[in-house]
């Protein structure tokens, strides 16, 4: 196992990848403070305590395929590039196409391979066309556990979504999107998860 494939402390990938960077020039005064920052498209940067509590429940590990759902700023797809190293590979899904060019270019020159953006598709929700993923993270509340990312996940993937307020962990365990075991971790606010 090479340097690159060592496991990363969420503390050290925090430390890689500062939240300033993917901010606009009006919030990035903010960008220590634990609150959520408004970054467009009447979305929002999410708080890092919640950024953190989330990574830690998805328990992502070297060499893995992540779906970032939602991916925002990109900061959250930068992390978890950090975190996958780089044999993984992290794929960043965004709705607005104004959040994906400026996830993109905050990216650029940081040096992370593994990770890359998408354009969300109306009418799919997440990539079934690049599934499955050993972990599928979700940065937008639904109202009910959407069975469809469930079957992008591989048998023993883990997803985190925010569902009607509470943090879930889905962890998938056979065949169907109803084998799954799901635990609450919480309750968080969200913007909503467009589905259709």
Known sequence: MSAQDDPVTLAEAFARVPRRRFLPADQ??????????????S??????????????LLDVEPGQTVLDLGSGSGWTTALLGVLVGGRGRVIGVER?????????????GLG?????????AA?????????????????????T??????????VGGVMVIPVSGDMLRVERTGETPEDATVTRHGRYRFVPLIEE
């Not at 979305?43 to 830690?56: C, E, F, G, I, K």
């Not at 079934?128 to 639904?142: G, Y």
């Open 28 to 41: 990035q005064g903010w960008a220590e403070s634990n609150v959520p920052l408004e970054i467009g498209c």
């Open 43 to 56: 979305q929002t940067n999410s708080q890092p305590s919640t950024v953190a509590d989330m990574l830690s």
């Open 96 to 108: 607005h196409r104004e959040l994906l060019d400026g996830a993109i270019a905050a990216c650029d």
């Open 112 to 120: 992370f391979e593994a990770i890359e953006f998408a354009e969300a």
């Open 123 to 143: 009418g799919t929700l997440g990539l079934p066309e690049r599934a499955p993923f050993d972990r599928i993270l979700v940065s937008a509340e639904a109202k």
């Open 145 to 154: 556990l959407p069975g469809s990312l469930v079957e992008q996940l591989v």
